[in-house]
């Protein structure tokens, strides 16, 4: 089966750490979010996964080439002369795509048991199928309404809680047959959930929604992404964790060194080649990135250092997010917040 995954957008609600890196490459646990994707598709049994790359797309290029494997998975990378929206992006490369097929965002975290999703898609005889997963703040999330077969009736973009027709949310997976993709216009913007739906409303087609227990979240804000962090390592998402296991609430990576004096007093994984100096203390979820260098006696709660990053002696650091590169001064306290090198336009 193959699958395609989307990763040609902006990530706009995720800057300033979208102005360094594509949302997808964005690391949670220090792999990048579309790894956890991979992983997820390759596990599936999905043999072929095409990627469209638009905004920062020589970041992915670069990390995956047009042409790579993963996990015995191809992986084809495609980028976009212009951004296409969701389903424009699906029909620019149609014709890789001459059965049932998966779609899936490759800048959210879930752990979607995808075998069952299309396993549902078939039971039903569906065109189309969204995997559906309930919210509580519908503010956020475009909903859906079906009815007790699973049959989708409609759609609400956004709505106040209070005036929601459903709180099942359209998570951006999606089973497809397909002759769907005729539903979409050559070379032109176009989105599923505001241009494409619509349309299988109207001409009565197959079109329904999966309910399953799984996690799911689309790292929409800076708090989504620490929050993805730590439901990650407290184990409500299963997704791999880089690096050998020690204990049980420590991830080390190859080759990161720890001084005997350094205090780990949470949930906490250290890339490989970090270095942890003299009495830091690691506390709460904590990720240090690959290539990180924590100088003596900083204290880091509760953040995420992205790689390369490193904190100056004695600084204290709590709930942060350290862009690439990023050098804490000595001394220095920060709590919240973003902090990024440098800006892309600026």
């Known amino acids: 089966m193959k699958a395609m995954a989307l990763a040609a957008g902006k990530g706009t609600r995720l800057f300033p750490l979208t102005g360094e890196i594509p949302k997808p490459m964005a690391p949670v646990v220090d792999r990048p979010i579309i790894e956890h994707i991979f992983d997820l598709l390759a596990t599936h049994g999905i043999e072929e996964v095409h990627v469209n790359v638009y905004y920062l797309a020589d970041a ?3 990390t995956y080439g047009e042409t790579s494997r993963v996990n015995g998975m191809k992986v084809h990378m495609s980028r976009e002369k212009e951004l296409l929206g969701t389903a424009g992006g699906v029909k620019r490369l149609a014709e890789n795509f001459d059965d049932t097929f998966v779609i899936v965002s490759g800048d959210a975290l879930t752990d979607i048991n995808l075998r069952e999703l299309v396993d549902f898609h078939r039971e039903k005889g569906a065109m189309a199928t969204i995997a559906l997963r309930r919210v509580y703040d519908t503010s956020e999330f475009g909903v859906v309404d079906v009815d007790d077969e699973g049959n989708i009736r409609g759609f609400q973009e956004k709505p106040d809680p209070k005036n929601a027709i459903s709180t099942l949310a359209n998570s951006g997976i999606y089973v497809l047959e397909p002759r769907a993709l005729d539903y979409i216009p050559e070379d032109t913007f176009y989105d599923f959930a505001q241009d494409v739906f619509p349309k299988f409303l109207k001409a009565g087609e197959k079109f329904v929604g999966y309910q399953g227990d799984f996690y799911w ?9 620490r929050e993805a962090q730590y439901d990650v390592l407290s184990g409500r ?3 791999k964790i880089p690096g050998e296991r020690r204990g049980e609430n420590l991830w080390v990576g190859e080759n990161a060194q720890i001084h005997p004096s350094a205090r780990i007093e949470g949930d906490v994984v250290v890339g490989r080649d970090a270095v942890i100096g003299r009495n830091v203390v690691l506390a709460g979820d904590v990720t240090v990135g690959s290539d990180c ?3 003596p006696g900083a204290t880091i709660k509760s953040s995420i250092l992205l790689p390369g990053a490193s904190v100056g002696d004695g600084a204290y650091l709590e709930d942060c997010i350290v862009g690439h590169g990023y050098d804490v001064r000595p001394g220095e306290t920060i709590r919240g917040g973003a902090l990024i090198r440098r ?3 600026t």
Do not use: E
């Open 60 to 62: 992915l290029l670069k």
């Open 217 to 225: 979240s689309d790292i929409g804000t800076l708090q989504a992404y």
């Open 237 to 239: 998402v299963q997704v």
């Open 293 to 295: 260098w924590i100088r």
């Open 343 to 345: 800006v892309a336009g």
